[in-house]
C-alpha cells in the first residue's frame, strides 16, 4: 500500500440512534442504536426476511423516503476521519456498494466498469487517462482478466470486478450485500478472502450483510446482529461470537414484507388508482419534457456513450433491415394492389392512372408509411429498450448508478429520449425511400411503356411544392414522429423501471410496453389526422 493510500484509509465511523424501519406494516427494528467503526469490517447478521438488505439500501442512500410500503427514520451519523458527523441525507460523497447481483455494466468492458465509477463519483473533475490508469491497476491488483467482455466473466471473476469498481470510488464507506450467496464453499472462502485482503491493504469502512456467520465471521473485526426478537441492532463482544447460532435463535415465521390481499372490488379500485396516478405522471414528464432533453451528465463522454447504446437498440442494423421489409411490404401493396383490384379495370385504369399514382404517392408518404413504422417501432424499439432497462432495474444496475453518483434519469432516461427523437424519424424516412422504390418497380413491372419519369411525376405530384426542398405536409409528419418518439420512450422508461423481483416482471414489462405504447401512437395518429387533414393546405 502505498503512502497515499495509507493517509486516506482511516475510514468513517457509522452511528446508528433510535433508528426504526418498517415495511409492509410490520416492524422491522425499533428504537435500534448501533455503531460501525471506522475503518473496520463489521458483519450485520440476522435471519433472512428481517430486513438486513434494506438496512444496507438506506445506508447505501437508495431507499426513497417516500416509498408506500417501507417506512424508516432516527439518526445514520457519518463520522469523517477529520471529525466532522454528516447526516446521511446531507452526505454528497457517495457510498460503495457491492451487490449481490454484482451490478455490472455488461455493455462495458472491465476496465470500463471501474473507470466510469471513478469518474462519477470523484469529487474532483477526473480526466480519462487518470481513471484508466487506476482502473488497470485495481483489475492486476484483484485478478479480473480485461481482456474479454464483462458479460462472460465468471462469478468470481464478476465478483472481484464489482469489488474493484467499489475500491476505486474512493469512498470511505464499503457495503456488501449478502457476499457468499448462492456460492459453494470453496468460492465462498475465496471471497471471503478476497473481502479480507481487499480490507486489510484499503481500510475502508466495510460493513457486510449477510445470514452466512459460519463463513464470514473469521474475517470480521466487529459483529451486529439485527434481533429479530426484540427488534434491535446488537453489538456481539468477539468472546461471544461462539454463541451466535443461538443468539440468531430461530428465522420468524412469516417474511418482512407482507402482501397484502384484495378482494376483486378492491383490486379493481387499485387499478383505477394507479391508471389515474400514471396518467398524471405520464403528463407531468410530458410537461417536463424540455428541462428532460437537457444534457445535464457529468461527462459527456459517458452520456454520449449511453445516448449510441440506446441508439443501437432503437435503430441499428436489425431495425434497418426490419423497418426496409415493411417499406417494401406497404409499397408493393399499396402499388400492385390499387391497380389488380381496381374495379373495371380496363375500362377505368386508362383514366385514372395518373390520378391512382397521386393517392398512392400521398397516402404513403402522408399516413400509410409513419402509422405503419411507428407501430413497428413501439413493437420493437419500446421493447428493446424496456427489456434492457428492465434487466438493469432487476441486476441492480440502476442503484449502481446511483451509487456512483450517476442519475438514471440524466445517465439512462435522457439518452432514450435522444435515441428515439433521432431514430424514428430516421428509420421511418428509410421506410418510405424503400416503399416508394417498391412502387417504382411493382408499376414498371407492368407498365413499362409509361417510363420511371411519368411514374416519379405523377407519384409525387401532391407532394411537391413548387421552390420548396421538403415534401408538402412535412411539418405535420415531423409533429407526429416526434410525438410518438417520446411517448414511446417514456412509455418504455416508465415499464422498464416499475419494480422487478423475478425475470417474468421483465417480460410483464415489455408486453405492457408494447401494448401501451401501440396504443398511444394509434391515438397519436388519430389526433393528428383530425388536425392535419382539416387544416388549411
Known sequence: MTNDESSTSSGTEIQLREFYLTAGGK????????????????????????????????????MDEDHPAIKYGGAIEFTTAEGTTIDRDHMKHPVAVVFQSFALFDE???????????????DTKTTHAA??????????????????????????????????????????????????????????????????DTQTKFQRTSIIVTHDYAGLQHIADHVVLLNHHNRTLQ??????????PTLLGTPPEVDAVIVEHHSIPSRVLTIC????????????????LPLALLPMWRSFRWGRRITWHYLKLVAG???????????MIIGFVAQDFIFRYLPFRQYTEPLLIENLLHATGFSLYRFLVPILCTILIAARSGAAVAADVGSKVYGNQLDAMKTIGMDPWRTVRTPILYAFLIGTPLLTFLSYGVASLTSAVAFLATHASEGVGFWDFHFHKELRLPGAIFYKGTGWLFAKLLTCAVGIALIAWKCGTSPKQSAPDISKGVTQTILWSTLFTLMTHF???LLEFNAPQ
Not at 463489521?42 to 434494506?54: A, D, F, N, R
Not at 453489538?235 to 451466535?244: F, H, I, K, T
Not at 388508482?273 to 417536463?288: C, D, H, I, K, R
Not at 442494423?317 to 421489409?325: D, K, L, T, V
Request: proline letters at 4%; one cysteine or more; aromatic letters at 6%.
Open 131 to 196: 481513471a484508466k490508469q487506476t482502473a488497470t491497476r485495481l483489475l492486476h491488483d484483484l485478478g479480473v482478466p480485461s481482456d474479454r467482455p464483462t458479460s462472460v466473466l465468471s462469478g468470481g471473476q464478476q465478483q472481484r470486478l464489482a469489488i474493484s469498481r467499489a475500491i476505486g470510488m474512493q469512498t470511505d464507506v464499503v457495503l456488501y450485500d449478502e457476499p457468499t450467496s448462492g456460492l459453494d464453499t470453496n468460492t465462498a472462502k475465496q471471497v471471503a478472502e478476497l473481502i479480507r
Open 108 to 122: 462495458l468492458t472491465p476496465s470500463e466498469n471501474i473507470e466510469i465509477a471513478i469518474e462519477h463519483s470523484s
Open 317 to 327: 442494423w436489425s431495425a434497418w433491415f426490419y423497418i426496409s421489409i415493411a417499406g
Open 273 to 288: 388508482q394507479l391508471a389515474l396516478s400514471t396518467s398524471g405522471e405520464f403528463v407531468e414528464q410530458l410537461l417536463l
Open 235 to 244: 453489538n456481539v463482544p468477539r468472546d461471544q461470537w461462539s454463541e451466535l
Open 27 to 62: 416492524t422491522l427494528l425499533k428504537d435500534a442504536s448501533a455503531g460501525f467503526p471506522a475503518g473496520k469490517l463489521t458483519l450485520i447478521l440476522g435471519c433472512s426476511g428481517v430486513g438486513k438488505s434494506l438496512l444496507l439500501r438506506i445506508l447505501a442512500g437508495l
Open 527 to 529: 389526433v393528428f389526422s
